[in-house]
């Protein structure tokens, strides 16, 4: 007969979780007493220390700190030890997120042999004096002014209120043209006019003048040697920290606007990080210690404080090797951490284009390289060296795509505190914004929605050195935007103007456009714009659907307009045209980015041949694919394109040469575009700026353009 071992008696589900977390409340308790017990013990012994000791500390200490500001590089050998002794970290405790020490090692505690009574300890910390308060800055340093400045608590609500008073100005400058600044007014009992608004200062400097913006050291050496004009204004305007928009970016600019504000992040972050490093080192110089003044108040409630916003992997690779070469040069590639990892990760798998029939010059720029659009990636600065693929919780700097970064929070949702680390971000950069729109721009309005709320854990974090409005929840009047696209579109100017709040006010690029894309058109069909009246932003969609449907489709349903193809940006609009057509039973083909292969080929060959009458056409497979579409004898736009050099490109598609001569349709050809008073941004971009104008304030609604 076996020997059956007894069955365990089940444990209640509820009285065991809160048995256990009881139990981890009174073990963290614990830990803190005696944390607390072994600092009281430590302060004690080293006040029993002779005088000369502590001032030969001291001094080795200041004389550190000259040289880790003049020279970043140097090596950490007296503060080593010095920390080493005077850490009253707890043993195998990881240090604060917002140390940016990583050079120094955590070590335990040496545990004295006499205990102590919890009275001796009391009376022992009622005897500890306070650090001495750090002296007010008094500097031209934009960093210092923007961040050490604390916002009237009466003024939040109404910054940027319809209310608030805000000073517009428009400025001209050589190489950016015409810049329309906006900066709230408001008033400060404690500060004069002039402190409260110093960042309405602006003038060009010259490259020789660029050193009054303190650049620190470690880069200006790398970034002023090749400074073009251009760099040299934006930054100007980049170090100011105002919200800074560029919405017309030509392709030959942006290697140098983004290395430009590559630059901008390193410095901001190499000036956070001497500062923390500074006030570190004045605090362990002064070990009887209980409350840290306000003086030292330096991080915020997580680590991360710049967030880059990109498309593509390539992009990623590029802003990455950017700052490896500011700051180290040559010797970049030493100075990366887990480097070709990141060279394999981001590099490579670049379509490949036809040569016989050459895609789009626009095309073949924005999809060679690496275009994976699921992609982040965490970098944090030490003494020595960059950091790559580093947890975000302890990173400096987030690279990531809006989908990526989505995803990654998604991933996380179930933990409490998964969007933590996007509380404290003090400069956000989005990087060819009109892309986004391509991929998912509800992806983009996720990740900003979730910057600066409330954190659900604060886990290594020292509330004493966090900065006051930070705490108050007025991290996103801090936060510096930076917004880069090759063209205007309504969905950008809306996020910049409503979901930017930076208390120092906005700066945007606004040059005219000389020439819009109707300039690159060579058939000779008549262009005709036929404007349809709304009355409100809310009902243009269904305003639009009706005056197709009732005044545009009666008319080209006659079989004198087949081979007609109707272009719609939008997705959704596309699904509803597509759903009246399938209802009506009228003959017709689609096409969209979610269309197999083979049933594009079969839709392009039906249209062509005569085998439908409607071609229902996506312009969002069009920017993907740029498939050449033969036979096109009508083309109706029910929107003008988001993209500008699509409109050239869809019309120039009507060419002889593409067309069916068996269709027997020649003589008859018709380009006809639908807008509303809400698209000028699309028609300033396609007919520029004078003939827009034009457009919005005609008392008619019809207007035709021929090319001559």
Known sequence: ??????????????????????????????????????????EKSYREKEETKIDEAEGKIFEFIKDDVDDENGELNTFDELMDTLSTRAPGKAQSDDSLDDELDDETLPIPEEEQSEEEIAEEIQEIPEVEELEAMQSNDTFALHFDYELPVES????????????????????????????PQFKSEDLTTEEVHWNMNYKVLSAEQLHTLNIRSTISENFIKDLTPLQNEVFQILNH???????????????????CYSAHVLNHMLKT?????????????????????????????ARPKVLIILPFRKCAYQIVTNMGRLMYGKNMESKLMNFARFTD??????????????????????????????????????????????????????????????????????????????????????????????????????VIDHLHLQPQTL???????????????????????????????????????????????????SNPILQGDIGNVFVTIPQIFNLIDTTSLDSVFDTRFRYFVKEVLPRYRKPTHAHCMIYVPSYFDYVRLRNYLKAESISFSQVCEYTKK?????????????????????????????????????????????????????????????????????????????????DLIQLNAILGTESAAELQHSNKAIHSFTIK
């Open 1 to 42: 007969m076996g020997w059956k071992k007894k069955p365990k008696p089940k444990a209640h589900k509820g009285n065991l979780s809160k048995t256990v977390k009881n139990l981890k409340y009174k073990r963290k308790a614990k830990e803190m007493m005696e944390q607390h017990r072994k600092q009281a013990m430590l």
């Open 156 to 183: 939040v609500d109404s910054i940027w209120s319809t209310q608030s008073q805000i000073k517009k100005t428009i400025l001209t400058w050589p190489n950016l043209g015409i810049l329309k600044s906006q900066i």
């Open 241 to 259: 920290y105002n919200d800074f928009c560029h919405s017309n970016v030509q392709k030959d600019k942006l290697d140098e606007l983004r290395l």
């Open 273 to 301: 990080r001497t500062r923390i490093l500074k006030h570190n080192m004045k605090l362990a110089a002064t070990p009887n210690l209980v409350t840290i003044p306000d003086s030292y108040r330096d991080q915020g409630l």
């Open 345 to 446: 990760e981001y590099t490579g798998d670049t379509l490949r284009f036809p040569q016989n029939k050459p895609k789009a010059e626009d095309y073949v720029e924005t999809f060679k390289g690496n275009i994976d659009d699921n992609f982040k990636i965490g970098i944090s600065i030490t003494k020595k060296n960059l950091k790559l693929y580093t947890d975000f919780n302890a990173s400096d700097i987030i690279i990531a795509s809006p989908l990526g970064l989505r995803l990654g929070i998604a991933s996380n949702n179930n933990e409490s505190g998964s969007f933590d680390f996007l509380n404290s971000i003090e400069i956000l950069i989005l990087d060819k914004a009109e892309m986004f729109l391509a991929q998912n721009w509800e992806n983009l309005l996720h």
């Open 459 to 509: 886990s290594n974090v020292n509330l004493q050195r966090v900065r006051p409005w930070c705490l108050n929840g007025l991290c996103r009047f801090y936060r510096q935007t930076i917004v880069l696209s090759s063209h205007e579109l309504p969905e950008i100017r809306s996020l910049f103007f409503n979901k930017c709040v930076n208390y120092c006010g906005k700066v945007s690029v």
């Open 598 to 678: 083979e049933k594009v080929a079969r839709a392009r060959d039906m249209f062509y041949h005569s085998g439908v009458h409607f071609l229902l056409y996506s312009e969002r497979y069009h920017f993907y694919q740029r498939t050449r579409i033969k036979g096109i004898r009508h083309l109706i736009m029910y929107q003008p394109p988001m993209w500008p050099q699509l409109y050239s490109e869809m019309v120039n598609m009507m060419n002889e040469s593409n067309q069916n001569v068996a269709d027997g349709l020649e003589d008859s050809m018709s380009i006809t575009v639908l807008y509303t008073k809400y």
